[in-house]
């Protein structure tokens, strides 16, 4: 990932990260989902979100009180 941005938080589930990057949008915050999964063996890997690193601190207050 480019300077700039920062690991928010990490799921094992596409449709997880892609509700975490939703909620994070409807915040005004600028999320992206890096696919880190295996491309051979889908059980290994993780769906990683980014923010800028600005929205750093607010992303992950947000995403703690959301249950995953």
Known sequence: ?????????????????????????????????????DSSYQAFGAFEIYTQDTDAEKATAILKEVSF
């Open 1 to 37: 990932m480019e300077k700039g941005w920062t690991l928010v938080y990490t799921l094992n589930l596409r449709y997880r990260a892609e509700m975490a990057k939703q909620i994070l949008e409807e915040e005004g915050i600028t999320a992206v989902i890096i696919n880190k999964r």
